[in-house]
Every structure is written in C-alpha cells, then in structure tokens.
C-alpha cells in the first residue's frame, strides 16, 4: 500500500526560531511528487512547497525548504525564522505517480510569540 | 478569477435527508477532485475527475455519488445523508500538462448530519 506517514501530530516553537516537520513515505514508484499544504484556522488548503522525485535538489520558497532523501522515503519541511502567521496544520502529500493525492494525517504546528 | 469556489459553506442536514454540495472552478481545470476531513485523518479522497463526463471512485466512495456534466463543475450527491458523513468537505482541481500540477483547494464545506 502506498502511504504517508506523519509522526508528529503537534508540535510548537518560539517565534524566530527554525522547525523541522517530519514526513515518511512508502511506494514502490520512481517517478512521483511530493508536498506540503497548510491549512490554517480559516481551513483554506494552501500549497507550500512541491518537490519532484527525479530531481535530487532541495526545493525552496523562501522561508520554507524540504530535506528530501529518496532512498530513505523522507520528505520534511524545515520552516526558517517562524512566524506567527506560521500556525497552522501543515499536511505532507503525494501523487504516487498518478493523477489522486494521497495525504498524511497532519502536524499542528503552533508559533509561540 | 475566483479559483475553486465550494456551495454551501456549512449545511445541517437529518439523517435520511439528501443534499448535493456544487464545486465550481474558473480555471480551466481538467481534473477535479472531492475530499472529506475528519479529526486525526488528513484528507481521503471521495471521488474524483479526469475530464468533463467522466468520474472515478476514490478511497472513500460508499454513499455519495458525483456528476460532472460541465468542465468548471463537479457536484457532489449525498442520497441519504448518516451521522458518520459529519465531515467537512473540500473540492480540489487541477491543471493536466502530462505531469502532475499542484491541485488548489476550494474553501470547504462543513456538513453536519444529525
């Protein structure tokens, strides 16, 4: 079965500071798409970051990058300087090759001023 | 350019009762997708579109059914409505090149059957 896996359902940090969400995966693909969404209060599904599985850099948006280890089926989000705006559910998700997402069951990140 | 826009925003419903929730996108999307949330459980995936006349079940299909008569619309039926459909619903669509594009989520619907 092809899962995703998040093993932190909550997790805080002091504004400014850096923290890391941890997301596994499990497929027998080679060729898929990672990401993450966040979804704050207001329950609107924002895409933070993407990342394709045959490229071996990093992808980055600014304060948010991904540490993503193919062979170790790892994918997690480093957010740097956080922000208040920051909190927020944040969901890891795949493609597994196909047109369906499937998602992780979330990390509620809480940014405490 | 409203993107993915979901009716109703929040709806209560008896069991028994029957609804249709409307998904409606501006973007030219191909793709369409219904997603329900529940506590703890992320987002499952209900059923889903490739194309305008087309449906496909997704993880979690038993006691709904979809229809996507036009591109821009993906209306999702609930026949007879049970408590365990309590959830809150999102609709989702994406752009088709032949890879996968990022899918962009309306802003949901929160159902409640009593």
């Known amino acids: 079965a092809q899962t995703v896996t998040q093993s932190q359902p909550e997790m805080s940090v002091q504004e400014a500071e850096t923290v890391t969400l941890s997301c596994t995966y499990d497929t027998s693909e080679s060729n898929y798409y990672l990401f993450w969404y966040k979804q704050p209060p207001s329950r609107q599904m924002i895409l933070v970051i993407r990342?394709?599985?045959?490229?071996?850099q990093n992808a980055t948006e600014n304060r948010f990058s991904v540490n993503f280890q193919k062979a170790a089926k790892s994918f997690s989000l480093k957010i740097s300087d956080s922000q208040l705006g920051d909190t927020a559910m944040y969901f890891c998700a795949s493609n597994f090759g196909n047109e369906k997402l499937t998602f992780g069951t979330g990390t509620r990140l809480t940014i405490i001023p | 350019n409203a993107g993915v826009t979901q009716t109703p925003k929040f709806r209560v419903l008896k069991t028994g009762q029957s609804m249709t929730l409307l998904c409606a996108q501006d973007m030219n999307h191909e793709y369409m997708y219904w997603y329900r949330q529940d506590p703890g459980m992320g987002l499952r995936l209900i059923h889903y579109?490739?194309?305008?006349?087309?449906?496909a079940k997704g993880e979690v299909p038993d006691g709904y059914n979809v229809s996507r008569l036009k591109k821009q619309n993906f209306l999702l039926g609930l026949e007879s409505a049970a408590p365990s459909q309590t959830s809150v619903y999102f609709c989702?669509?994406?752009?088709?090149?032949?890879?996968?594009?990022?899918?962009?989520f309306g802003p949901g619907t929160r159902l409640l059957v009593l």
């Open positions: 990342q394709e599985a045959y490229k071996q």
């Open positions: 989702a669509s994406s752009y088709f090149s032949g890879r996968q594009e990022t899918q962009y």
């Open positions: 579109s490739v194309g305008e006349g087309t449906t």
